[in-house]
């Protein structure tokens, strides 16, 4: 079979994905550190980093921390805001021929539905909604934990939105499938999900956190069989699709979460290791596809039941 | 456009030249021709578990042989792994990263610290100007000889095994050293002493800060120092040690 055969094309609510790998928020930027190391025009999606109303100073440092197999982070959601993100990143990613998923974050509803707005009318393809960051003190993971509150924004935020919303959620939950069904049921047109799971480490030389933060959210290939299982369960609890993440090094752990039931993948903390992990990931589907003589992506979403 | 390349890059010779101090020379093609003073490269581990690259100041280039010098201390399982590597062994490595030190001045006054000393024998190599170098170590010292090729070296040992006792200001002040630029690289209350240092001297300083990084170029937004002025980035006043700096003047940033 001929590359040229193989359909690596996604659709996520009614927009065309040309592959199913996208970058997970906060790990890529707005792309332009990476556009020296990888083609951006060949990812599926660039998912930002999150974009608030002001600019986000951000936590204290030191703001990593690496564990086995994983890294901490409490980087505190630092960005310029939406102002320059509009200014000075969109036109950038604009030039290049990929779609384009904008992460929001704010302390309060009225800050998330205020950047959503101000989105509307910018040439993005999708939102992210990020309910789930553990390292900041007000908004974030607090929307995120209580499927009333998740449900309750989701709705809210999407009156604002004239752009599909993807609504991320937060591992660090009893019942992910209550929490996705409340996502679904406040109008979110898709899931992504995982965020990092909450962590510590303490440095025992120092009898000190290592972490100005005290706690950061855990990621990279430490969490991915957690990852796969919450990304089962949300596929089983809903029939929106679903963007899964969570320690995704090379294109068998992606191919994991497709057969778990996701419609896209995200790539993250690889991208630290890799800056070109994301086009490895997508060589790396394109020859299982090749290898097992499989001509369509679509035919691997949830396919393992 | 940065010149930072990713690659496996063989190890030519790596031998401990100090209690826990390790002199590494690596093959480096595209990396040491691009390489200027201050600049570090990302070094990999080959363990899997120890995901991030550890960030190693570029000690020194040779352009014959288009290879770096990277001189490291043992602090964890990561620069562990890297001890035991042999000559001919191949360790993952993107460089060169970060920005270096400005050329400026005729009479530099180089202050190293510690394991702050290495990135600064690549710039006492280059410079043509006036040179006068301070170097500050705990007991056991490294790289001396290195650098008194390049100019007059003083020595300051906290336990008085060699050199002028206490730190690199007490040996600055007992010879009267001074200069019209400063360069340093050291631990953050060496730097703190001699930004006062320099700015009640009224010298102009280049100070190399360090901190824990993740990605190496500037996406990850882990290692940043605060700043004077609004950084270019995100417009607050948190400038990126691995893309801003990791140089920066000592009256950009607040230590």
Known sequence: ???????????????????????????????????????????????????????????????????YGGMLNAIGLQNPGIDVFIKRDLPFLKSYNTRIIVNVVGKTEEEYCAVVERLSDCDVDMLEVNISCPNVKEGGIAFGQDPKRVEAITKQVK??????????LSPNVTDIGENAKAAEAGGADAISLINTLTGMKIDVERRAFVLANKTGGLSGPAIKPIAVRMVYQAACAVQIPIIGMGG???????????????????????NFINPKATMEVIDGIEAYLKRNNIKDINELIGCVR | MTLAVKRTNKVLKNEKIAEGIYD?????????SFAKPGQFVSLYCNDGSR??????????????????????????????????LRPGDMIDCMGPLGNGFTFEGTRALIIGGGIGIPP?????????????????????????????????????????????????????????????IIYACGP??????????????????????????????????????????????????????????????????IL
């Open chain 1, 1 to 67: 079979m001929k590359n040229a055969d193989i359909n690596l094309k996604v659709n996520i609510a009614g927009i065309t994905f040309q592959n199913p790998v996208t970058t997970a928020s906060g790990t890529f930027g707005s792309g332009m550190e990476y556009s020296d190391f990888v083609d951006l025009s060949r990812l599926g999606a660039l998912t930002t980093k999150g974009v608030s109303l002001d600019p986000w100073p951000g936590n204290p440092t030191p703001r990593v921390a690496e564990t």
């Open chain 1, 159 to 168: 009156k604002y939105s004239k752009k599909p919303l993807i609504i991320k």
């Open chain 1, 248 to 270: 995704i090094m090379n294109g068998e752990d992606a191919l994991e979460f497709i057969m778990a039931g996701a419609t896209m993948v995200a790539v993250g903390t690889a």
């Open chain 2, 24 to 32: 590494m020379w690596l093959e480096a093609k595209d990396m040491a």
């Open chain 2, 51 to 84: 995901l991030l690259p550890r960030p190693i100041s570029i000690c020194e280039t040779d352009q014959s042989t288009e290879s770096l010098r990277l001189l490291y201390r043992v602090v964890g399982k990561g620069t562990e792994e890297f001890s035991k």
């Open chain 2, 120 to 180: 600064l024998l690549e710039l006492a190599k280059r410079l043509s100007c006036e040179k006068t170098i301070v170097l500050g170590f705990r007991d056991e010292t490294f790289l001396v000889k290195d650098f008194e090729k390049y100019g007059s070296t003083y020595v300051a040992t906290e336990n008085g095994n060699l050199g002028t006792k206490g730190n690199v200001l007490d040996a600055i002040r007992k010879h009267r050293l001074t200069g019209d």
């Open chain 2, 188 to 253: 953050a209350p060496m730097l703190r002493g001699i930004k006062e240092f320099a700015m009640e001297s009224k010298i102009k300083a280049q100070l190399s800060l360090e901190e824990r990084m993740a990605c190496g170029i500037g996406a990850c937004l882990a290692c940043v120092c605060k700043s004077v002025k609004t950084d270019p980035h995100t417009n607050v006043n948190n400038k990126r040690i691995c893309k801003e700096g990791p140089v920066f003047y000592a009256e950009e940033v």
